[in-house]
Antibody
Framework: EVQLVESGGGLIQPGGSLRVSCAASGFIVSNNFMSWVRQAPGKGLEWVSAIYSGDNTYYADSVKGRFTISRDTSKNTLYLQMNSLRAEDTAVYYC???????WGQGTLVTVSS | QAVVTQEPSLTVSPGGTVTLTCGSS?????????PYWFQQKPGQAPRTLIY???KKHSWTPDRFSGSLLGGKGALTLSDAQPEDEADYYCLLSYSVSRRVFGTGTKVTVL
């Protein structure tokens, strides 16, 4: 059974850094197209970042240069390193596996002073 | 950046049928956009109902179906049930890495 479990969210001050994780089971993260998606409070879904074959990565313009997606094969875990955080980065962050689009339960990141 | 547009809200009667659409600012939606449809209830993570235009997960109720309709992606809900009241989002793929979510549709069963 495929499972995705996010963790690492919390309250962080503007300008700070945070790393969220997505522990996977039932499949191998490094062999799959993995993404991070976020949802600001009361808002819709936003595609944030993706990592796929050969460690190719993609970032939405809103996070490019500040966020880094990566994966640890030994831990079968996906990460999103978030730097220079802004209030508008406040959201629930979900990881997803494609092509079947399985979701984790999300982790809340709040950027506020 | 492409914009993916959905109806802001739709109302359906219990037992009725409603079709949600997913349009692209770049032109017709085709199977090459691999349309996805997600359902999200308050306080819950989204769950995937439809992938690759019409394919269903094991947990997708039979009353949901995906298709292409009039140059748009479409999600049809037949025999609507009270538990189908939720927000629905589509997702289109514009390249291997670039994917865009729709604006979302709030479905009310009333």
């Amino acid at each position: 059974e495929v499972q995705l479990v996010e963790s690492g969210g919390g309250l962080i001050q503007p300008g700070g850094s945070l790393r969220v994780s997505c522990a996977a089971s039932g499949f191998i993260v490094s062999n799959n197209f993995m993404s991070w998606v976020r949802q600001a409070p009361g808002k819709g879904l936003e595609w944030v970042s993706a990592i796929y074959s050969g460690d190719n990565t993609y970032y939405a313009d809103s996070v490019k240069g500040r966020f880094t997606i990566s994966r640890d094969t030994s831990k079968n875990t996906l990460y999103l390193q978030m730097n220079s955080l802004r209030a508008e980065d406040t959201a629930v962050y979900y990881c997803m596996r494609f092509p079947l689009a399985e979701w984790g339960q999300g982790t809340l990141v709040t950027v506020s002073s | 950046q492409a914009v993916v547009t959905q109806e802001p809200s739709l109302t359906v009667s219990p037992g009725g049928t409603v079709t949600l659409t997913c349009g692209s600012s770049t032109g017709d939606v085709t199977s090459g956009h691999y349309p996805y449809w997600f359902q999200q209830k308050p306080g819950q993570a989204p769950r995937t109902l439809i992938y690759d235009t019409y394919k269903k997960h094991s947990w997708t109720p039979d009353r949901f179906s995906g298709s292409l309709l009039g140059g748009k992606g479409a999600l049809t809900l037949s025999d609507a049930q009270p538990e189908d009241e939720a927000d629905y989002y589509c997702l289109l793929s514009y390249s291997v890495s670039r994917r865009v979510f729709g604006t979302g549709t709030k479905v009310t069963v009333l």
